[in-house]
């Protein structure tokens, strides 16, 4: 192979991942992410959000908080990164807000059930426990460290959000049917996935269209990796008129909205219901199955238009687009970015490695588990058959579990996506201790696995977190008192 053909083969591996990820995974989930993070800046007051998650909440609340909203809401790292920004941009303090990011996608109901029914519970469990104690330590951790940036980030929204009035009945409903929106398009209940009627349209060529489209982006089921459908490249084609109308419509909206800004809101609708539609092409035409999924988003772009129109101001639709808008132009770029190489470096790694460097639970293997976390960002859905596969290869359940816990919260589009929320030394700060903890949470299982005691288990990390507190003990101390001085 020359050198043109293989950088030929990296940019399409990459090309092809960000089409296969942006036709799966970007609308029934991030859309309605951006929409909540957009409403959350717009139409929540910071009272509301500092009274559970404000760095002066006491810890005891706003630790166990943000811990809770993280295992019942998000379902992916991609959905929950524009819910962080939004809570965060709100007022929520550092730690809670990063104790939020680092246990949503790790532990939220479907990827435990998911995990515990390929996998083992056992598996499923430690991750739960590992990434809780894990998640709000690495919050505490990073709000010792910026305390000073963080009461400067509080004081900046306290400015920013004085004089905001109450949260609105309206307000309250319209943001919990934008959470019905985000449940009905990505959970995997019965109902939810059931066809409960089919349509079948003459549609000359849907078949061959597919064809082509899983020859122009090939792909390897059991590497996780995932085809363009035909409904995938039309939903891709959507995604292109939404950002369109958006910035014809949205960017300057506060000169007033004029017909792109409905054009725009439309689109997502409209895009959101044949997202949620079955698309089946067949040598007849094209069979469209309507799904409990599509039945629920109708209701809700419905209810949601509805309201718009209806039961918010003017100045609360016009903040709601904006933000959205702002949210969407801050992250999607990154995340086109970070996917695109993740591709790209998918084609250089070959899972068979695992067997070599991660087949018993020692540190260069659990390491080794935190670093394909990184460069194989796989979704929910998906990452758990990989983990299966690592298994099947040879990889220990130690090095297996820090790969699971570091695979949604380091994945190369987060930590930029993160960085550009936060700044570039708290994300890089953030890798770090993820990194840390998530080698010794493989460690640790790992350990039990190979049969140590439950009580040596909890000895050693014990003794791992009288130690690091300890030394964070010692490092507040030492900055309170150069404060004094200072003063």
Not at 89 to 111: H, Q, S
Not at 348 to 356: D, F, G, N, S, V
Not at 453 to 470: E, K, N
């Amino acid at each position: 192979m020359n050198a043109l053909e293989f950088l030929g083969n990296l940019i399409s591996g990459g090309l092809g991942n960000l089409a296969a990820y942006l036709a799966a995974h970007v609308l029934l989930c991030l859309l309605p992410a951006f929409t909540i993070a957009g409403a959350m800046a717009a139409l929540i007051p910071k009272e509301t959000v500092t009274r559970f998650l404000g760095r002066n909440t006491p810890k005891f609340i706003s630790y166990p908080a943000s811990a809770a909203a993280g295992f019942l809401l998000a379902v992916c790292s991609c959905t929950v990164i524009p819910l962080f920004a939004g809570i965060y941009k709100k007022g929520a303090g550092l730690g809670p807000a990063i104790t939020f990011l680092f246990v949503a996608p790790a532990i939220n109901v479907l990827a435990l059930v998911y995990t515990g029914g390929v996998i083992g519970m056992d598996l499923a469990l430690a991750r739960l426990l590992l990434s809780l104690a894990f998640g709000i330590g690495v919050g505490i951790i990073m709000a010792l460290i910026f305390r000073k940036e963080d009461a400067a980030h509080d004081r900046a929204t306290d400015a920013m959000f004085a004089g905001q009035a109450a949260m609105r009945r309206a307000v309250v409903v319209f943001m919990l049917v934008l959470v019905v929106l985000l449940v009905a398009g990505t959970f995997q209940f019965d109902f939810l996935k059931r066809s409960y009627a089919e349509i079948s349209l003459p549609v000359g060529g849907a078949e061959a269209f597919q064809a082509a489209l899983y020859r122009l982006v090939p792909f390897d089921p059991a590497r996780g990796e995932e085809g363009v459908t035909a409904q995938g490249a039309i939903l891709i084609g959507m995604l292109a008129l939404i950002g369109l109308a958006s910035w014809k419509g949205i960017e300057r909206i506060h000169e007033g909205a004029n017909a792109w800004t409905w054009v725009s809101v439309a689109l997502v609708g409209l895009t959101l219901l044949l997202a949620a539609l079955g698309m089946t092409p067949h040598p007849g035409g094209l069979t469209l199955s309507l799904t409990g999924k599509f039945f629920g988003v109708l209701l809700s772009v419905i209810a949601l238009g509805w309201m718009l129109k209806a039961k918010l101001s003017d100045d609360e639709t016009r903040d709601f687009l904006w933000e959205t808008w702002k949210f969407v132009k801050q992250i999607f770029p990154l995340l086109v970015v970070g996917v695109f190489a993740v591709g790209v470096i998918r084609e250089l790694i070959r899972p068979e490695w695992i067997e070599a460097v991660a087949g018993s639970n020692s540190l260069p293997g659990n390491f080794v588990g935190v670093v394909f976390g990184v460069f194989m960002y796989f979704p929910t859905l998906v990452e758990v058959p990989i983990a299966q596969m690592f298994l099947s290869l040879g990889m220990h359940r130690g090095p297996l579990l820090a790969y699971l816990i570091s695979d949604p919260e380091l994945s190369l589009q987060s930590i930029l996506i993160t960085a550009a929320i936060i700044g570039k030394t708290k994300a890089w700060t953030y890798v770090g201790w993820v990194a840390l903890f998530s080698t010794l949470a493989g460690l640790i299982y790992g350990a039990w696995v190979d049969g140590a005691s439950l009580g040596l288990v909890a000895l050693y990390l014990t003794l791992f977190l009288a130690i690091l507190a300890g030394i964070l003990w010692l490092v507040n101390r030492r900055n309170a008192e150069t404060a004094i001085v200072t003063h």
